[in-house]
């Protein structure tokens, strides 16, 4: 990457820096300008907890511990070397330390970071955290089994690269952000970019998260519940059978009945909205979720419970069809 200067004589270009030679450190400084403004790294994100280490080896600590506004905890690994080391091994290794996080956890370790950077609010961390993910107080709070992973660093290595490339293939939402100065007389500007997955990838879901968002002003609020979305275009109607998406299905589920991870619509204008096929009774989406979460190993994806779940026979799940209808409305069957 370059940055120019536009000068009498044309465009000049400025010399990238290092944060070793500028004295920028990797606590002090970028762990601080990013807890701060966490914005700077492409998303909304909720700062829970600096140098996270909730785990009997004290040396091992998260740099930075966010939640995001699907309900993902974070891990933000920073690195101010040329290379970045072997932070995306100690950023797998943190995910599945905190893989096993619940609502309860997630407060508490809120509360400990407020002590230390706004102890006026400690009482108010669960309120922050459910206005955060726009979650009402008479519902429940489930965070993803299944964390993402920012990777903050001046460059990477190929082995890095590769290595992240491997596992987006596999599904696991890792992403490297590099992070560059660069020194126009005595001002120090950094750059933040990211480069892995491609930047106009991510650009393009802003946008739609950003004309998303359009609609639901427009309307009034929040998007309208996804079963009854998909129900009014004519998606699902009572006796619609769905199931559980394969990336949340557990490890071992082909010794299982088939029926566990699957329901029918009842009616998707109640509470109450399916008919678990494995025992017959009626759940909300969320109750029935909790409990395959629970009792069967289903991995829990995100904040929005209608991502668990797709239509038999389709690859879109629920929440995915509703977003779409909701950006570019159609007229309902």
């Known amino acids: 990457m370059s940055l120019f200067e536009i000068t009498l004589s044309g465009l000049q270009q400025i010399p990238r820096g290092s944060f070793a030679v500028e004295g920028v450190k990797e606590r002090q400084d970028l762990q601080q300008w990013l807890r701060i403004n966490p ?43 040329e290379d970045g080391g072997h932070m995306d091994l100690q950023a797998i290794r943190y995910a599945a330390m905190i893989s096993a996080m619940r609502f309860d956890d997630v407060v508490r370790t809120f509360e400990e970071y407020l002590k230390v950077y706004e102890p006026v609010a ?111 275009h004519g998606i699902i109607e009572a006796g619609t059978e769905i199931e559980i998406v394969p990336i949340a299905l557990p490890v071992d589920h082909s010794t299982v ?40 190993g289903v991995r829990w994806l995100a904040h929005n419970i209608a991502k668990h779940w797709r239509i038999v026979g389709q690859t879109e799940s629920l929440w995915n069809q509703a977003e779409r209808l909701s950006r570019d409305p159609v007229s309902p069957a």
């Open 39 to 81: 914005v700077v790294l492409g998303e909304n994100l909720l700062i829970i907890a600096v140098e996270f280490g909730s785990w009997e080896d004290s040396k091992r600590r998260i740099d930075l511990l966010a939640l995001d506004e699907d309900g993902n905890l974070v891990v933000i690994e920073l690195k101010r070397t």
């Open 122 to 232: 400690v009482d108010q961390a669960q309120v922050r955290i459910r206005q955060f993910l726009g979650t009402p107080d008479d519902e429940d709070v489930l965070i993803s089994t299944v964390p993402r992973i920012l990777l903050v660093s001046a460059d990477f290595s190929l082995e890095i690269t590769t290595t992240v490339l491997w596992l987006i293939d596999r599904g696991i939402d890792i992403r490297c952000i590099q992070i560059a100065p660069y020194k126009i007389g005595e001002k120090l500007l950094i750059d933040l970019r990211q480069v892995i997955p491609l930047a106009q990838a991510r650009d393009y879901q802003i946008r739609l998260r950003q004309k998303e968002e359009v609609v639901r002003q427009a309307s009034g609020g929040r998007r309208e519940l996804t079963l009854k979305v998909l129900a009014r």
């Open 257 to 296: 009945e088939p029926n566990v991870f699957r329901a029918r619509i009842a009616d998707p204008t109640q509470r109450s909205s399916v008919t678990w096929l494995g025992d017959d009774n009626t759940y909300s989406l969320t109750q029935l979720t909790r409990k395959l979460t629970e009792e069967h």
